[in-house]
Antibody, heavy 117, light 110 residues
């Protein structure tokens, strides 16, 4: 059974960097592509970006200048960094496993990150 | 404003058939497969339909998907109270080189 678990601070100050990690179990991170998606409270889903098992990345153009996704195959984890955050970055952040560029077949439970001083 | 357009809400009574539309363009739905995700209240989204009309294991055959040109649809037959959820369509957008979601449709079972 594939499981994903997001972890990281639930509160980040404006202008600082949001950092989250997704720990994968039940699947080898070296075999698939992995995505981050976010959902502001009461709003829809927004794809942030993906990373391949080899470390190649692709980011949403609207966030590209502030996003870095990395992978640690030794820990079966991948991570998200979003810099210069504002209140608009307050959202539930999900990590997900990809089988194709659009097929997110397993999701983490999500973690709420609030940007506030 | 989302690249893919969905109606914000839909409703039906138990046993009814409802459809949810998803409209895009030639650079997204028109040239790439569509997936649908179901998000029950307070939970993470779940893959419901992939590659336009394929159901993952465990998804009831009451759920079906279709695509024609630059639009796609999700149909739910024999509506049940547990189908009350938000539904999102998604497709790759070639012009943006990004995965895009519809704005979501809130389904209410009356």
């Amino acid at each position: 059974q594939v499981q994903l678990q997001e972890s990281g601070p639930g509160l980040v100050k404006p202008s600082e960097t949001l950092s989250l990690t997704c720990t994968v179990s039940g699947a080898s991170i070296s075999s698939y592509y992995w995505s981050w998606i976010r959902q502001p409270p009461g709003k829809g889903l927004e794809w942030i970006g993906y990373i391949s098992y080899s470390g190649s990345t692709n980011y949403n153009p609207s966030l590209k200048s502030r996003v870095t996704i990395s992978i640690d195959t030794s820990k079966n984890q991948f991570s998200l960094k979003l810099s210069s955050v504002t209140a608009a970055d307050t959202a539930v952040y999900y990590c997900a496993k990809m089988t194709t560029l659009t097929t997110l077949d397993y999701w983490g439970q999500g973690t709420l990150v609030t940007v506030s001083s | 404003q989302s690249v893919l357009t969905q109606p914000p809400s839909a409703s039906g009574t138990p046993g009814q058939r409802v459809t949810i539309s998803c409209s895009g363009s030639s650079s997204n739905i028109g040239s790439n497969p569509v997936n649908w995700y179901q998000q029950l209240p307070g939970t993470a989204p779940k893959l419901l339909i992939y590659t336009n009309n394929q159901r993952p294991s465990g998804v009831p055959d009451r759920f079906s998907g279709s695509k024609s040109g630059t639009s796609a649809s999700l149909a739910i037959s024999g509506l049940q109270s547990e189908d009350e959820a938000d539904y999102y369509c998604a497709a790759w957008a070639d012009s943006l080189n990004a995965l895009v979601f519809g704005g979501g449709t809130k389904l209410t079972v009356l």
